[in-house]
């Protein structure tokens, strides 16, 4: 998947399924399923139910996405 094919969304995950998957709601209601992207495991980044990430989706795909980042909740 090249960065010309790609459309970057927001959403929320619903749902965390094995393997490091889960079901993200985009902002527009469609739920797809997306896996954490190659940086993420590396960097041991954790995501939980409820987070707001940001997805990576193909243009030939529009079922599932890639999470390329997940927004930090911290409290003030």
Do not use: W
């Amino acid at each position: 998947m090249s960065k010309d094919d790609t459309i970057e969304v927001e959403g929320t995950v619903v749902e965390v399924l094995p393997g490091t998957t889960f079901k993200v709601k985009l902002t527009n209601g469609h739920v797809i399923t997306a896996y954490l992207a190659g940086k993420m495991r590396v960097n041991n980044i954790k995501v939980f139910m409820g987070d707001q990430v940001k997805v990576a989706m193909s243009t030939y795909n529009l079922n599932t996405g890639r999470i390329v980042y997940r927004r930090s909740n911290k409290l003030q």
